[in-house]
């Protein structure tokens, strides 16, 4: 990760970009396909960068598939099989996206389409990336994360003739190399942009402005790149309508609450083997990751302290029959604190000089600001390594607080993405991509668009089958009664959920 | 209740509103207030209306309180002290109020508020009309639901000098002559309405028109008058600002979600006196009303299944561990069918052929066409009339199902309005009127406005106490951080909570 | 209830037993017989007895059936046909006794047993007894509670030549005079006894101890009976082996885990009509009934402290997510305080005197003496009647705290015994008189018996169906790897399910 | 593990007891033990046995400790102090234990005891040891499993001249060599033995059957144990009272319902690394180890379906809310099987051919046998080893199975035993030895009995401080009503819990 740092120094513009795309996702993206790629899915991502310094870059190495093909640049071409194989295993998980295929390939409803994209580069990605080729795109790709790509299914893409520019273990210069060679190609034109994080979209409007006159649309993941958008239009500069796949219901519900109810445990077993019966847990921050968080941990037989600043959360929070209570006034009782708030300094030195011995402290939420570690590394305590993501730190009498992740988000190094958040992001951007190319003139203005609810409902639909459910559809005269399309979409904009 | 429905032949351009104004609230308020003013909380509501027609009409009696004041109208002005006591228990129950009360009482906010109101008369309504005069206003009331009224509440009220008209059994015309005796007045105009349902509103529209140039804006309480006043700003005829509370985020989590989560177990107890462990349940709908019914439910130990017609929420309910499917598909083998999609024909008669011997079947939704018991009133199918609130409807083999309040809303009629709900509601009330009297010029237009996010949170605020919780404070530093007001709103307004 | 108090002065050596009999199932299904002849089955308990001393005693009326015979006892044999229908209704819901009907009847495995009973004499007794005659039984019958007979159900006994003594509103000496018309018969002794309280066991041996010489054995349903068998038996007068099967696991699981954690919910909305969520609520005991009640209300998003005495139940409470405490130290912070203990004085004077105000007082255990209400009845306290069950208690500073059923167990009068409980015990009833009078010699002495667990798992067995529930069974490989018999019984005798 | 099974070989007679020696605890314990020495609680304990056959065996090694005594024999003295830190943290989680330890250490209960012991040496049975030591015993020791020792921890006691025999990497001579110096010592006879699984026991009764004379008894802690205790009891020599541990309430709803209830997810998370929510599974079996697993899988969101053999516990399932089905009717629409019966062949290939793409497959019982692995184990079905712990198992169709732990017990290898389990087991050992030592000639005979309820209850109340937990006492009134010593114990020997 300190490759990731000294960056910023070099870069100083990209600075808050480049640290701040480690988002969520992001993150947890690099820790999945690592998972994938090795024996054991519970080997520490600590030691993923050894060795990388002393290799060949793939920019000097001779880049030709088994057809003769040279326009792209992997790391080997000859992991290709393996990662087909690896594909073909996510083929069986991303079954929205199979679906859409097999729906969507007779109309080829991306026919004309030029996507340039930059995203994460795994066996999940490659399903999506095949699936905008049935579909009648063509596409060119590099990575958005300089660790996260999976060398073999980059080596599957490129064997295909798919141009990827991508390895795991990019410099800087390689990361923007990457990049250029999607887009600065010879009688070839990208008219819809694939981004997560906005580098790509940086990228053009900084070197290939002209560019712009011919994409219909941007289709952005991440909070960070969504943010640079925003911006972006805030200046007067956003020239093009883009969809921010980030704030559907479908993902948020899903990556929040959903998510987070399930890795709040998986992670403090894997860091902290803490049982979880009988513990008092202060949450705090009752918004999704809140909720998720302290659901799990009610179910498991946690005794449950939430704090918030919003009455209204607060409000939830009780009659969900969890105490709320300000961490002051609990701390000292407490085993385990977890921030869930997005702000900052909400665990600070003075709460946990009145925490109990062996107490755990960890973050959940989108920062590294929720716990001031900083003011731990004062000289009367004593930092004590205990394993991957755990240290102990000891108060001059002895007492210990177990400190999971450094502050950091906790479930991103210590949890993976579920597949089914891979996926239903993959459908999004997938049909996001579909809606801006095929609209018609004047549906869409230089915005950012939240993805329409019609399609939001669309995504969801197309995992229903993962479960085995049944949708009820709306007779002509229900949906005439209740004054709906037969199809959707089936809520106001406001509707909560 | 036959009373009402003859009123809408009598007067046929009422009808749809006199009808739809029973709606959740009206209809369970009438319920809780007789519970209050009773001795069995459980008693039938059946009978309510008995021997009314005998009574000599208040209209007739003399009208007059121990201070010798006469500008009210009541049943029975005896009744004062014994309606003082419940007014004295709600007091109790209206924290939120009382604390507004308390907080507010130097400030007089109000002061100069000329309010008429048309709400239920209830010990707890009067909490608020006795808040709203200590606030400073000025006010005038009539009931909008002929038989919800308290008469010792109003006799409390009335000797107070307290002008109220309204008493319980009030005929169609008694009702209207009532609201008139509100408005109609000499030497007094109102500045400020508070309606719940529409008919205030309208009968000012109708009759003085005028009025409105000194109305600085209306608080309306139910979906009914929200109705009626969107469509009348379609119309282009509203001519003053409106503050709708019904769906501010505390009023709809509370009446919705978490009232349902415990008057399904409620109604279904006091009505089918059925065990829910081990039960099958097919619960229609997977909205607030659904989410809150499944959690319920399957909490007790009922196996559930959801239908769903909106794929987001069936994917929810998947994620909720409840099984997702088609009602044809699941009806034969459940005990329990509860609706709550607020459509019509979701139950029909195909379904309820195939229902297993037993089968209990009711409506959690919002209309009475839920399930269609049309259908079952056919001749060979045979009614058994059990006690209050269940038929069983015999088919010709034998076969029972067990039908709950003919197929309307259950819980309308089997449960009551918890009083968080009426406080919330009151609160909101109250807050709503304040800031219409008080806003600057042209921060509210002619136009339907929800409650701002602010007051929506100090309702909640007011509510904390209650449950001995405690909030959080942000930091200067912290609020800075999250670019965030101190004192709130602490989200944007499409949060989903 | 007056007049059971006055018969324990008429017959002091009675006393206790006639108190005490009224357990926990007796007086359930007491109120629940009421519920089923009744149009509203939410009606108050209160008023049963209005009117009885009037009317003329059965024992003067002209008893005879549509067929001549007159050896039977009822209200009103008139009323003959609506009992039928009664008893047809309750076989839908006897599912268990049915099945054994039918599978039995050809067997006949109760030829020849003469069987004298005294137990509730209800629609669902009459399955039971019906049952008992199918298997080739003949049976005498008298009712183990002056309260508790449905008096048309035992008018369609009678017209079937069932010899039934049994109304509702017997005096105590109609009581013994009942019994002893089933016993004192010419030309008929019994051999078989199934008894609810022991009354029926005690008269015999009392007047007619000759009798025990031809009985095989007797079924006990009641804690009373039990203790008083085992009473006999330590004084070595029992003279005939019986079982208990007031003690079998399906009885006691059912009778206070799972319908506790329902009946907690339906008496407090019933009795106090209080909003779960968020409240905080003490419950004294962790046993059974105290654990089925904090599910339930923790379930309901109630935060629930837990007060024990055994360290190991205290454990389970832990590892349940309660926390523990004493009750002096959250008693002054908990909105509602349920007793579960079976013990006394477990709620006393200086408890409530730091209730804070509308705080709801109950008791869910065995005894009405858990609360020390007595200590309530002080000069400086008001009681004040509020609803059927309901009293405030209020403090000379105006705090009320809200006392439910005087202190007597809640259930027993706010709720139903579930049609499940009833199934079960009659169906142990049923087992255990076929195992007594069909038992090889020398397999029971002259003690008292558990239900053999085979007999208990069989009852289990007979209840799936009602479930759709589907058992594996043992290959004969896994039985013998197991050790097991194929068919039962499963598990050792102090397994803990 | 390879070299475990071909001990077996060379000593026949040993065998059995060195397969099964290998019981839940033993083999967690295990893993748990390397978790703690180890930088990363997650590596696999796959390659632990590495290169231990190069090493020179301690037996070869100078054994002296800085006090100059040699009366050990350790791996390396050196680790010593290393091991004290390890020590020193084991002592703030065994919090009962060291309570005990205080509150026992003026009282010595141990003073004269002469203890051999033969269980895994870890940390935490280091804090034991050293409390047997600070209560007054001399004792001698040595290991119970060939690979779980902590060799620091060793050391550690060896330096605090703990006569401690064991080293992780034994050979199968080393193991009774160990055991061997325990009990052939001059001038020294034990007079208790503190047994895990037996061997120590089964050496005296070989070699030392005379020194028995003086032994007060043996503490077992082990299913084999125990079963190997009541086998010589039944066999007429067992020669001194044994106390059963195993069996205790603490340890079995600790060892099996509250840890498996964690385990589950923790299992499936870092194998299968599976989304919970909207999963169907089968559970097979609804014993402690069923209840738990549904219960969490419930709580995540799944839905969940059981099987069972026992209708009572089948009925639990039902009330529960979960279906009780056939595998074979539910095995081709689940995601996940996971069996805990205890029984052999509960998941057929039968099953398996009906299994759909993707299913997982584990067990978490009691043996290896649940599920036949060997069944799969045909030329036309393809093994891929994905990872530690999980295997696919391809069909010729190309539907893969998830197979984890090679149908071995799941959570064993893939999960940690609790400190709370560790704790509660030492605890109780401890508790026993005091009780065999000091217990009045004749209080125990020559049997095997389970721990006295009033030492359970001790148990349990040792471990409520860590929870926080305070717990009620009886008044002398209300332990005379109940009938109870007012220090317990408090339940009759067959209260379920």
Not at 41 to 46: E, M, T
Request: hydrophobic share 35%.
């Amino acid at each position: 990760m300190r490759k990731v740092y000294s960056l910023q120094i070099q870069y100083p513009e990209q600075t808050r970009e480049f640290n701040s795309r480690l988002t969520k996702t992001g993150r947890r993206s690099l820790s999945h396909s690592i998972s994938q790629s090795s024996t054991d899915s519970n080997s520490s991502g600590d030691s993923d960068t050894e060795n990388l310094e002393d290799e060949v870059s793939p920019r000097d190495m001779l880049q030709i598939n088994s057809k003769g093909n040279r326009d792209f640049c992997v790391k080997n071409i000859k992991l290709a099989d393996y990662g087909r194989r690896e594909i073909e295993l996510a083929e069986d998980e991303m079954i929205a996206l199979m679906t859409l295929r097999k729906s969507a390939q007779g109309e080829k409803p991306l026919a004309g389409a030029k996507i340039v994209g930059c995203t994460h580069v795994t066996a999940q990605t490659a399903v999506l990336l095949e699936t905008l080729m049935v579909l009648g795109a063509q596409c060119r790709w590099a990575a958005c994360n300089i660790y996260s790509t999976q060398d073999e299914v980059a080596a599957a893409l490129a064997e295909q003739d798919f141009p990827v520019f991508a390895w795991k273990g990019e410099s800087e210069d390689d990361f923007w190399w990457c990049i250029d060679h999607c887009v600065n190609v010879e009688d070839w034109e990208p008219n819809m942009i694939l981004d997560d994080g906005g580098d790509m979209t940086h990228w053009i409007y900084k070197k290939y402005p002209h560019l712009f006159k011919k994409v219909k649309g941007i289709v952005e993941e991440s909070i960070t790149g969504i943010h640079r958008l925003h911006h972006l239009n805030k200046a007067g500069k956003l020239c093009v309508p883009a969809i921010n796949v980030n704030d559907s219901v479908t993902k948020q519900k899903f990556d929040n609450l959903y998510c987070c109810r399930e890795s709040i445990l998986d992670s403090l077993k894997k860091t902290a083997d803490v049982m979880f019966g009988g513990k008092q847990v202060a949450i705090c921050g009752y918004g999704e990751v809140g909720k998720g968080c302290s659901a799990a941990l009610k179910a498991m037989g946690s005794v449950v302290y939430v704090t918030e600043i919003d009455p209204i959360c607060a409000l939830q929070a009780c009659m969900d029959g969890l105490r709320l209570a300000k961490l002051g006034d609990v701390v000292s009782q407490v085993d385990i604190v977890i921030t869930c708030t997005g702000n900052k300094n909400v665990v600070v030195r003075e709460h946990m000089d009145l925490m109990k011995n062996g107490c755990i402290v960890c973050n959940m939420g989108r920062s590294n600001t929720e716990i001031d570690v900083t003011s731990l590394r004062t000289p009367e305590l004593a930092w004590q390594h205990v394993r991957a993501k755990v240290d102990h730190i000891i108060w001059p009498d002895g007492k210990r607080i177990v400190l999971l992740a450094e502050g950091r988000v906790l479930n991103l190094s210590s949890s993976t993405v579920p597949i089914c958040v891979l996926s239903i992001t993959a459908t999004a951007q997938a049909l996001a991509l579909i809606e801006l190319f095929n609209a018609p003139e004047g549906r869409y203005k230089q915005d950012v668009y939240l993805l329409p609810k019609k399609l939001d409902e669309y995504v969801a639909s197309l995992h229903l089958q993962t479960f085995d459910a049944h949708l009820t559809e709306l007779t002509d005269d229900q949906a005439k009664y209740m004054g709906l399309n037969k199809y959707g979409p089936f809520k106001p904009s406001f509707y909560r959920y």
